[in-house]
């Protein structure tokens, strides 16, 4: 698994010989290539608790590979701890880990690897936290709160896909497990690899300070591993005639067509539901509830206008500009794609993944062919890969407004890119829409790092994370002036701000409330940026402050965020 990375076995030996190194690593598109047998063992001879279970998913290449590094962690007589997203990728790294020889542990019989997530239940929870903790399970894989395990002996730890938004504990100290697990690999002598199929400008600093190593493949092994992708924006369909101004267009249809008859076609969609943002039919303007004025969506064909914010009714709205009483859609969901593609597509089965969806979200599909349309994240692993992908309102996922939207952009298509066959067996990827062209192009030329280069480039120019530490104080006006006044580092140069926000994102900081006085006044945030050499100090004149607003008890609210995702 790891023979394709540069260094990729250098860095498996020097795991297992006990060092601790420390790794950014871009994993490979596709599926894992089943695992040649132990020499001296039969299938005979396998136990069952090694075996994968019988409905296991398809394996990934990446959690193939993450089993391999934790193998030879245990190879070397350590522990390891792997910290994921969601439940689903918990099961793809079980399952790899089944399939490389680590069993998962039961009180009974004993094992190796322990699971760690909300959906386990308090009791079995407990009963793996207790196995941990005396030893009796050395392997760890869980979601964000199993970055704190106590894993004795810990020789690796692994963070995959960390840009995602469930790695962050979104309640004080709003830790990170990208950056807990960066200090426990420092602070107990352990490996750290930082894997995602994208890369994270986060990640790419921890390399351009020298702290990581970048692991990735050659461009040639990419190449040959990755499926080929276009990008039909409307430069490229300009000659496309009429049909280019469709959400599908006609390059997209013929593309389906071809690759239904290879397997399953996988169609990703930026919005879930049927129709989440509806207009006036007349004068385009957006429709809003005329309780709490929020937008109005359609849950269906024949469903009456629904507030998509405090849920009333619309049965008898009209446009307040026109007057129409006509609605058009603006935006189109996953539920809506999957009607119009099925009656495109007349005796083609139309499968839904999505947490919205009435399957759910799906673990893996069978290499029948079939369409499947689902929503960022939710993309079933499918037996032998898809045939084609298409990836639809590409100019949505760029359209918001924040630092980190071209990359969380790239990493959605990469991690749907990353399921689709090789272009060498005819493995194809469609972009459709005008997104932005940064993250457009490392699409294309799948090249993650290329694009946080670029943007790691242009936040040291501008001062922003990660190139400085930063500090989000939130809350009343006087609350924040008062905070601040005791930070030494929070001076002119250093601070911006304070400025209004709002209410919504305010959120409870360590106070009593707001004061009587500023109930009605709206909440402010001031933000402190300091050269990263000085982040340590400035977290701890933070905390000093805090600690005196507490025992003075004074008024308002005030939140503390260091380095939040976004500062916009």
Same mark, same amino acid.
């Given at each position: 698994?790891?023979?394709?990375?540069?260094?990729?076995?250098?860095?498996?030996?020097?795991?297992?010989?006990?060092?601790?190194?420390?790794?950014?690593?871009?994993?490979?598109?596709?599926?894992?290539?089943?695992?040649?047998?132990?020499?001296?063992?039969?299938?005979?001879?396998?136990?069952?608790?090694?075996?994968?279970?019988?409905?296991?998913?398809?394996?990934?290449?990446?959690?193939?590979?993450?089993?391999?590094?934790?193998?030879?962690?245990?190879?070397?007589?350590?522990?390891?701890?792997?910290?994921?997203?969601?439940?689903?990728?918990?099961?793809?790294?079980?399952?790899?880990?089944?399939?490389?020889?680590?069993?998962?542990?039961?009180?009974?019989?004993?094992?190796?690897?322990?699971?760690?997530?909300?959906?386990?239940?308090?009791?079995?929870?407990?009963?793996?936290?207790?196995?941990?903790?005396?030893?009796?399970?050395?392997?760890?894989?869980?979601?964000?709160?199993?970055?704190?395990?106590?894993?004795?002996?810990?020789?690796?730890?692994?963070?995959?896909?960390?840009?995602?938004?469930?790695?962050?504990?979104?309640?004080?100290?709003?830790?990170?497990?990208?950056?807990?697990?960066?200090?426990?690999?420092?602070?107990?002598?352990?490996?750290?690899?930082?894997?995602?199929?994208?890369?994270?400008?986060?990640?790419?600093?921890?390399?351009?300070?020298?702290?990581?190593?970048?692991?990735?493949?050659?461009?040639?092994?990419?190449?040959?591993?990755?499926?080929?992708?276009?990008?039909?924006?409307?430069?490229?369909?300009?000659?496309?005639?009429?049909?280019?101004?469709?959400?599908?267009?006609?390059?997209?249809?013929?593309?389906?067509?071809?690759?239904?008859?290879?397997?399953?076609?996988?169609?990703?969609?930026?919005?879930?539901?049927?129709?989440?943002?509806?207009?006036?039919?007349?004068?385009?303007?957006?429709?809003?509830?005329?309780?709490?004025?929020?937008?109005?969506?359609?849950?269906?064909?024949?469903?009456?206008?629904?507030?998509?914010?405090?849920?009333?009714?619309?049965?008898?709205?009209?446009?307040?500009?026109?007057?129409?009483?006509?609605?058009?859609?603006?935006?189109?969901?996953?539920?809506?794609?999957?009607?119009?593609?099925?009656?495109?597509?007349?005796?083609?089965?139309?499968?839904?993944?999505?947490?919205?969806?009435?399957?759910?979200?799906?673990?893996?599909?069978?290499?029948?062919?079939?369409?499947?349309?689902?929503?960022?994240?939710?993309?079933?692993?499918?037996?032998?890969?898809?045939?084609?992908?298409?990836?639809?309102?590409?100019?949505?996922?760029?359209?918001?407004?924040?630092?980190?939207?071209?990359?969380?952009? =790239? +990493? #959605?298509? !990469? %991690? &749907?890119?990353?399921? /689709? *066959?090789? $272009?060498?067996?005819?493995?194809?990827?469609?972009? @459709?829409?005008?997104?932005?062209?940064?993250?457009?192009?490392?699409?294309?030329?799948?090249?993650?790092?290329?694009?946080?280069?670029?943007?790691?480039?242009?936040?040291?120019?501008?001062?922003?994370?990660?190139?400085?530490?930063?500090?989000?104080?939130?809350?009343?006006?006087?609350?924040?002036?008062?905070?601040?006044?005791?930070?030494?580092?929070?001076?002119?140069?250093?601070?911006?701000?304070?400025?209004?926000?709002?209410?919504?994102?305010?959120?409870?900081?360590?106070?009593?409330?707001?004061?009587?006085?500023?109930?009605?006044?709206?909440?402010?945030?001031?933000?402190?940026?300091?050269?990263?050499?000085?982040?340590?100090? =400035? +977290? #701890?004149? !933070? %905390? &000093?402050?805090?600690? /005196? *607003?507490? $025992?003075?008890?004074?008024?308002?609210?005030?939140? @503390?965020?260091?380095?939040?995702?976004?500062?916009?």
């Amino acid at each position: 698994m790891w023979a394709p990375y540069r260094a990729g076995a250098a860095f498996l030996a020097h795991v297992a010989g006990g060092g601790a190194p420390r790794a950014v690593w871009t994993a490979l598109p596709g599926l894992a290539t089943p695992r040649p047998p132990a020499p001296g063992t039969t299938p005979e001879r396998t136990t069952a608790r090694a075996r994968p279970a019988p409905d296991a998913p398809p394996v990934t290449h990446w959690a193939a590979a993450v089993a391999e590094a934790v193998r030879a962690a245990r190879s070397g007589g350590r522990g390891a701890l792997v910290v994921v997203p969601d439940a689903r990728d918990v099961d793809q790294v079980c399952a790899a880990l089944a399939a490389a020889g680590l069993p998962a542990w039961d009180a009974a019989t004993g094992g190796e690897v322990v699971r760690l997530t909300a959906d386990e239940g308090p009791a079995p929870r407990y009963r793996a936290f207790l196995a941990v903790l005396h030893g009796s399970a050395r392997v760890v894989v869980g979601t964000r709160a199993a970055a704190f395990a106590p894993v004795v002996d810990l020789g690796l730890v692994v963070c995959w896909n960390d840009g995602e938004d469930t790695l962050a504990e979104p309640r004080a100290p709003y830790p990170h497990a990208r950056e807990v697990l960066a200090l426990r690999s420092e602070l107990e002598g352990a490996a750290f690899l930082l894997g995602s199929h994208g890369r994270t400008v986060a990640a790419h600093a921890l390399v351009a300070r020298g702290w990581a190593h970048d692991l990735a493949a050659p461009r040639d092994v990419v190449r040959a591993r990755a499926p080929r992708v276009r990008a039909l924006t409307s430069v490229e369909l300009a000659a496309e005639g009429p049909g280019a101004a469709a959400r599908i267009p006609t390059a997209a249809w013929r593309a389906a067509r071809a690759a239904r008859a290879q397997g399953p076609v996988l169609v990703q969609v930026p919005r879930s539901g049927y129709v989440p943002v509806v207009a006036c039919a007349r004068c385009r303007t957006p429709a809003r509830c005329t309780v709490c004025h929020g937008p109005l969506a359609l849950s269906g064909p024949q469903a009456t206008p629904q507030c998509a914010w405090c849920g009333a009714l619309a049965g008898g709205w009209s446009c307040a500009e026109c007057h129409w009483t006509g609605l058009r859609s603006v935006r189109v969901g996953s539920q809506r794609t999957a009607e119009e593609l099925g009656r495109a597509f007349a005796g083609v089965p139309v499968q839904v993944s999505g947490a919205g969806a009435a399957g759910g979200v799906l673990g893996a599909v069978s290499s029948r062919p079939a369409l499947v349309v689902a929503t960022p994240g939710a993309e079933p692993v499918a037996e032998g890969g898809y045939a084609a992908a298409l990836l639809l309102d590409a100019a949505v996922s760029t359209a918001h407004v924040g630092l980190d939207v071209a990359q969380d952009a =790239l +990493a #959605r298509w !990469l %991690a &749907a890119a990353a399921l /689709v *066959r090789p $272009a060498t067996t005819g493995g194809q990827v469609l972009l @459709v829409g005008d997104a932005a062209p940064a993250p457009t192009n490392a699409l294309v030329r799948w090249d993650p790092a290329l694009l946080a280069d670029r943007e790691l480039d242009e936040r040291a120019e501008l001062a922003l994370p990660p190139a400085v530490r930063v500090a989000a104080v939130t809350g009343d006006r006087p609350a924040v002036a008062a905070v601040l006044g005791r930070v030494g580092l929070a001076g002119p140069d250093t601070v911006l701000g304070p400025v209004e926000v709002p209410a919504p994102a305010r959120g409870r900081g360590e106070g009593d409330g707001p004061a009587p006085a500023m109930v009605d006044a709206p909440p402010v945030r001031a933000v402190v940026r300091v050269p990263v050499r000085d982040g340590r100090r =400035l +977290a #701890r004149e !933070l %905390a &000093a402050s805090l600690a /005196v *607003r507490s $025992a003075r008890r004074e008024p308002g609210s005030v939140r @503390v965020e260091l380095d939040p995702k976004e500062i916009l």
